[in-house]
């Protein structure tokens, strides 16, 4: 076993893990965060994205042993005292999914995306998020819901 200290959504954690704990796992697992999905533990689809010290990242390929000390943000860390995030909310508002399955790893992405670029063109959209897929959508209102999110977010009006 191996101790590790995390901090998950601003709150620390400290447990005791099996060192070929994937991160994916300890999320759910450990801290009961089921936002976070499985979807091919090859990181190949990407239901799986969260962000590690500001950076997404496949939890499916990565150990919990290597986000020791590490700021993890999941899905249930961007909404704030009952808000939804403006990703989260532009998913609803532009139908940006369909089963939900893939759409927390696709909102983690784009909100590293959102970060690096605030203001995306529609190809910069669809290139930061080649590494989520998407069995259900044509992926048009994932964009849409991705700008709708990156202009609340620089204080824009928004429609819908």
């Known amino acids: 076993m191996a101790t590790i200290t995390v901090t998950v959504n601003g709150k620390s954690y400290t ?14 697992e450990h801290l009961n965060l089921t936002g976070t999905h499985i979807g091919c533990d090859t990181s190949q ?10 950076v997404s990242v ?3 390929t990565m150990l919990a042993v290597q986000a020791d000390g590490a700021n993890v943000l999941t899905i249930e860390g961007l909404a ?21 399955y893939c759409t927390p790893g696709m909102i983690m ?29 044509g992926y048009h209102n994932i964009v849409r819901a991705v700008q709708y999110a990156a202009a609340k977010m620089r204080s824009e009006e928004v429609t819908v």
Do not use: I, M
Request: hydrophobic letters at 30%; charged letters at 20%.
């Open 80 to 100: 704030q005292n009952g808000q939804l995030h403006p990703l989260q909310e532009g998913f609803w508002e532009c139908h940006g999914l369909q089963c939900g």
């Open 109 to 137: 992405a784009a909100y590293d995306l959102l970060q690096q670029n605030p203001n995306p063109t529609d190809e910069e959209v669809r290139h930061g998020l080649e590494g989520n897929l998407c069995r259900c959508t």
């Open 45 to 54: 689809c990407g239901a799986c994205v969260v962000l590690v010290d500001g």
């Open 15 to 28: 447990n005791d893990v099996e060192p070929r704990t994937l991160l994916v796992h300890y999320l759910r």
């Open 58 to 60: 496949k939890s499916c």
